[in-house]
């Protein structure tokens, strides 16, 4: 189920997070992240109010919003797994981990899952070559993902 | 007395299931009403035997690994309080060829403290270099590290030294230090592991570089992929500030040192020097032109240091223990040793500190194992996704920045990542372009527009259209791209590319298209 949150609800608690952070050199990518962790994704009702309280211009925030990965412009699922999809992980059958993940899942890289249980995201490195194929799930790193280990995890995620 | 039990909190160990032992260890104290303690260290960087559990018994440390947490009650029936007998017991930790056999200055300590103890770090010797050069004019601490023969361990392999006294001898209200911890290349732990396993050592390092240069303030730019390395930086910061070894008065020298640690958002770029400093600066990761040199204009106009991680972390044993000692190690301009990190395909898979100089034969066939499938070495890259594919024939190279770069190579931050026998080169070649693709900032055309027709036409070489003119096509393409890109995103891509055409000639010739039948 979508929350819809209102939009004078979202101008003000944003303005609470730039007040929070605004003293820091190069405050921007800092409040992003706040924002993110506060809505679950970048809400573009947002933009306009960290544009007018930084003294930015509104295109340059959208800029920087749509430059980086992580920032999303809608909610993700209630989990995010991300596969590693980098060298290391493909030396030791990433690529067939993340076919049988996308099966297991019936989405691919990008999609979340029609309950709206899982988001599915690659990522390139979790810093874990030495034991890869590697995964995230929710913050927690998982490594040597077997395809039992992998069904584990899909369970997991659909929870 | 009471025993300590080190269980790692390194987030390769967490990946392996570091956590569920750590609990199923606290139980089984619990339960038999033991006199132990639980002390999460960083990683040993053997990672074929994570979770490693060491019980530290007069003074040594036996370990046990890997451990699953169903072992864990049968390793203390076993007797494992007193370095009992069992099928994982490896015996004395520091008595294993691997670790045995390394030089390790950068990561002495690493594995073997409690990450977030001050005491503990002091105790195996810390805060001496930091010690050393606050009682030193800072131009002789430069020269130390200068003399020390320091290079730049994030790849470019720049003398660090030379980048300090640029800093220092520029003029400006504001002097920055930042750290570039944005580990992004593939095969490489070895940031991550320094900020979770010897989170001070990266901070007297920076502030080494901060009485050095004049600068007052310190940014650590990690990744969003690295929530462990954040949290333990982090946290370390503050004991740090708590202790007096930053703030308004380092070590009470009167001279002020701050840092802030900060997290990028997902762009791989965003570990090139200058596109860091945009992102630290609140803007879009895009690549500047140099000059101006980040040393002279760098972090909002002022005059910076940025470096790596490893150097950073480098420097408080050469402080310590001056530059001869590090300079002894190592071969030609490479001095001191590099922490290589061993991924991929490996049996033997891990970080490994040494001095310049080994053979890639040796570190892949005699250290690393071979592969962990068993099936013959295929190919290995070499310093992440822009390092180039060295096939078995170039085995003798010797692992420095002047061997490797003679060899149509490069170090880059000495990860190594193992290919066995089934790894297709084309596919490979097909992935560096797509892997550049993604991730160019899109200021300079030949990588941005490059990269993307690199992937088309190899795609075509793969499915066998006109492949010689197209094979053609891709190493001219390659060309422009290396001499044209604007940093070493699109001007390094074409290595692994040219060196899977150039060693692996049968992965780029597939079968000719087979005609649909009338």
Not at chain 1, 68 to 79: C, K, N, Q, S
Not at chain 2, 29 to 37: H, K, M, V, Y
Not at chain 2, 186 to 204: N, Y
């Amino acid at each position: 189920m979508t929350i819809r949150i209102a939009e004078g609800d979202i101008a003000e608690r944003t303005r609470a997070i730039v007040a929070d952070l605004r003293s820091l050199e190069g405050s921007l990518l800092p409040i992003l992240h706040e924002v993110q962790e506060e809505f679950g994704y970048v809400p573009q009702e947002a933009l306009p109010v960290i544009a007018q309280e930084l003294n930015l211009s509104r295109a340059e925030v959208h800029g920087v919003v749509t430059f980086y990965h992580d920032y999303r412009d809608h909610p993700a699922g209630r989990h995010v797994l991300k596969l590693c999809r980098a060298e290391a992980c493909q030396s030791m059958g990433g690529d067939a981990l993340a076919e049988r993940v996308k099966a297991l899942l019936g989405i691919d890289f990008h999609q979340t899952m029609l309950d709206g249980s899982v988001t599915l995201e690659p990522v390139y490195c979790l810093g874990l070559c030495a034991c890869a194929p590697a995964a995230m799930l929710d913050g927690e790193v998982y490594g040597r993902i077997d395809d039992a280990m992998a069904a584990e995890l899909v369970a997991e995620a659909r929870r | 007395m009471t025993i300590r039990i080190y269980v790692p909190r390194d987030a390769a160990a967490l990946a392996l299931g570091a956590e569920t032992v750590a609990k199923a260890i606290a139980n089984e104290i619990a339960a038999r009403g033991l006199d132990a303690e639980i002390v999460r260290n960083g990683s040993r960087g053997m990672f074929w035997l994570e979770p490693l559990v060491e019980v530290e018994l007069a003074g040594k440390r036996i370990g046990y690994g890997p451990v699953k947490a169903r072992d864990v009650p049968a390793l203390f029936e076993a007797g494992m309080m007193n370095g009992g007998e069992h099928p994982l017991c490896l015996g004395e930790v520091e008595d294993l060829p691997f670790l045995k056999e390394q030089t390790r200055l950068t990561f002495a300590r690493c594995g073997i403290t409690d990450p977030l103890s001050l005491k503990d770090y002091e105790a195996h010797g810390g805060l001496a270099g930091l010690r050393h050069a606050v009682s030193m004019a800072p131009a002789d601490v430069v020269k130390e590290v200068t003399d020390s023969g320091l290079r730049g361990r994030g790849g470019a392999g720049f003398p660090t030294g030379i980048k300090w006294k640029t800093v220092l001898d520029a003029i400006g209200d504001r002097k920055y230090i930042v750290c570039n911890a944005d580990e992004g290349d593939s095969g490489t732990f070895a940031d991550r592991m320094i900020m979770e396993g010897d989170p001070f050592v990266l901070i007297e390092g920076m502030a080494i570089s901060g009485l050095a240069t004049g600068a007052t303030k310190g940014f650590v730019y990690t990744r969003s992929e690295y929530p462990h390395a954040i949290a333990a930086m982090t946290e370390a910061v503050g004991i740090a500030r708590q202790a007096g070894i930053l703030g308004p008065s380092v070590l009470g020298s009167g001279r002020a040192f701050d840092i802030e640690v900060r997290t990028g958002a997902g762009a791989y770029v965003c570990g090139e020097e200058t596109a860091l400093l945009n992102s630290l600066e609140g803007k879009r990761g895009i690549v500047r032109a140099k000059p101006p040199l980040p040393a002279h204009k760098g972090l909002f106009g002022c005059p910076t240091v940025i470096n790596n991680v490893i150097s950073l972390a480098s420097v408080p044993v050469i402080m310590e223990k001056g530059a001869a000692f590090y300079r002894d190690f190592g071969m030609g301009r490479s001095r001191g040793t590099i922490p290589l990190q061993i991924a991929g395909n490996v049996r033997y898979g891990g970080l490994y500190e040494t001095a310049f100089g080994l053979s890639l034969g040796d570190i892949v066939d005699r250290i690393g194992g071979g592969t962990a499938t068993g099936r013959p070495v295929k190919a290995v890259q070499v310093g992440g996704p822009l390092g180039a594919y060295f096939p078995r024939a170039l085995f003798d190279t010797p692992f420095d920045y002047e061997s490797f770069a003679a060899k149509d190579g490069l170090i880059g931050h000495a990860g190594i990542v193992v290919f066995d026998d089934t790894a297709d080169m084309l596919k490979q070649a097909r992935f560096a372009m797509e892997f550049c693709a993604i991730e160019s900032c899109g200021k300079c055309t030949p990588c941005r527009i490059g990269s993307t027709r690199g992937v088309e036409t190899a795609d075509k070489i793969a499915h066998g259209i006109e492949p010689e003119k197209n094979r053609v096509l891709l190493a001219d393409l390659c060309n422009t791209m290396k001499f044209g890109s604007l940093c070493a995103l699109g001007g390094f891509t074409p290595y692994p590319v040219l060196s899977a055409m150039t060693h692996f000639p049968e992965d780029f010739s597939p079968a000719p298209l087979v005609e649909a039948a009338e």
